[in-house]
């Protein structure tokens, strides 16, 4: 199975910075990477895929970028809805997998 | 619009089965496949199952001969069962829709396995 491997696993940042997330995958995907949002009680919701595609809706502050094994989710301004988890998932082979997540906290 | 609803029994006895069904409204179930993915409480997410559009079916191997996933077409129903429960299947299950990303999720059911 391909292992996805998330960083930082939790962290906080103050209204309008930048953040980052970086996931690592265990072999080459292709580009077959989402990043999606959680907040607490709700389900997941997708917000980039193909690894830099913003999905409809989601607010052009969020991008995605990467290649090969390595890939990031910024945030370019960070706002008070933006507070979660956020999870990438490798759909290049199946089974399918996410990274364990990176809570992200206002400050 | 898109949409999935989870339903199924919030406790479950150990080494009893599990059923759960997946309704979607908004989209058929010959053109979108919908999946199954489980949460343990406040952790990463898991890839279960899937049923394709066109009726097959693919599973993650975690979970051997214990799970099986089929439809009904005519009342837009999605199933999974799993037998031999355990504590550890204690989580969220999430049904939802990919066009090659989980782009609609249900909103999850939660499922206590515990005597």
């Known amino acids: 199975d391909i292992q996805m491997t998330q960083s930082p696993a939790s962290l906080s940042a103050s209204l309008g910075e930048t953040v980052t997330i970086q996931c690592r995958a265990s072999e080459d995907i292709y580009s077959g990477l989402a990043w999606y949002q959680q907040k607490p009680g709700k389900s997941p919701q997708l917000l980039i895929y193909?690894?830099?595609s913003l999905q409809d809706g989601v607010p052009s502050r969020f991008s995605g970028s990467g290649s090969g094994t390595q890939y990031s989710l910024k945030i370019s301004s960070m706002q008070t809805e933006d507070e979660g988890v956020y999870f990438c998932?490798?759909?290049?082979?199946?089974?399918?997998?996410f990274g364990a997540g990176t809570k992200l906290e206002l400050k | 619009q898109v949409q999935l609803k989870e339903s199924g029994p919030g406790l479950v006895q150990p080494s009893q089965t599990l059923s759960l069904t997946c309704t979607v409204s908004g989209f058929s179930l010959t053109s979108y496949s919908v999946h199954w993915v489980r949460q343990h409480s406040g952790k990463s997410l898991e890839w279960m199952g899937r049923m394709w559009s066109d009726g097959d079916t693919s599973y993650n191997s975690a979970f051997t001969s214990r799970l099986s996933i089929s439809r009904d077409t005519s009342k837009s129903q999605v199933f999974l069962k799993m037998n031999s429960l355990q504590t550890e299947d204690t989580g969220t299950y999430y049904c939802?829709?990919?066009?090659?990303?989980?782009?609609?999720w249900g909103q999850g059911v939660m499922v206590t396995v515990s005597s």
């Open positions: 998932q490798q759909g290049l082979k199946y089974p399918y997998t």
């Open positions: 939802a829709r990919n066009s090659g990303y989980f782009d609609y």
């Open positions: 193909g690894a830099s």
